[in-house]
């Protein structure tokens, strides 16, 4: 539902489904041409032609899959970052106003933040004043929901990758299916059409092609993203860890009456 909002959406979407509606029009235009036309104009047909006329809504398909799976591994470059899990300048904030004992603004700070880092610290300092273990369990258990969240968004790559050469399969399916059929229609005394033929294994064979360069592409990002998400979930919480024990050094020997901010009010 997501992918078919944002193809209505954005104008790179809408481009898209014009694009894909010039190609269905281009593929019924060269039937039509091919149906009307003599025998002798096959060998004259463009090779943008028969590549359209060889993909056909398979192909079409295929296209739109692609489409979206560049567009998944572009968004996912951009959200799977160690910068974006752990902006330095938060960090660095909440450095600064720690050597200071602002624990107030440090909660403040990480409460408003919506990044990897500061989800998880803010649940640590809420849950310190029930004991530094108690909190570390805490942020434990976030850092492996937010984990799972990440995995999510990378989730989609397998199934593309999984996917494709079942959707070339059906392609290739479809092209000997028709080359075995105009070998059959053409009966016992009949001459067989080799142009026919070779267009329909023709057919089979460029379908393969891009369904399993489909999951080529897929599942080595997927292995890829899915690294990065561990090598950035166990970072970012180690650096969390690190920060909440050094917060709470720092808490227990604040001065007399000082509040502490994991109670402070939202």
């Avoid at 080799?194 to 997927?222: K, M, Q, R």
């Amino acid at each position: 539902m997501n992918f078919v909002r944002w193809l209505g959406h954005s104008s790179f979407g809408r481009g898209l489904m014009i694009f894909v509606a010039v190609l269905i029009l281009a593929n019924f235009a060269t039937i039509a041409m091919a149906q009307d036309g003599s025998p002798d104009s096959t060998p004259n047909e463009s090779w943008f032609h028969w590549f359209i006329r060889c993909n056909g809504l398979i192909g079409i398909v295929i296209l739109i899959v692609s489409v979206g799976l560049v567009a998944l591994i572009g968004r996912t470059f951009v959200e799977l970052r160690m910068q974006t899990a752990m902006p330095p300048e938060i960090i660095a904030q909440c450095e600064a106003m720690l050597e200071q004992r602002d624990f107030k603004g440090i909660f403040n700070v990480v409460k408003e933040d919506d990044s990897f880092f500061s989800r998880v610290l803010v649940t640590g300092i809420t849950e310190l004043p029930n004991g530094l273990s108690e909190a570390r369990e805490a942020m434990e258990r976030i850092g492996e929901m937010l984990t799972t969240d990440m995995e999510k968004k990378i989730s989609p790559m397998a199934v593309i990758g999984t996917l494709g050469p079942m959707i070339g399969l059906v392609g290739t399916l479809s092209g000997m299916i028709g080359a075995f059929g105009s070998i059959a229609r053409s009966g016992g005394g009949q001459q067989i059409k080799s142009n026919e033929v070779a267009g329909h294994i023709s057919e089979a064979l460029l379908l393969t092609f891009e369904g399993v360069s489909l999951s080529l592409v897929a599942i080595p990002f997927f292995s890829f993203f899915r690294n990065r998400a561990l090598v950035i979930s166990v970072t970012t919480m180690t650096r969390a860890d690190e920060f909440l024990r050094h917060f709470a050094q720092a808490a227990r020997g604040k001065p007399a009456g000082a509040a502490t901010p994991a109670r402070a009010k939202a």
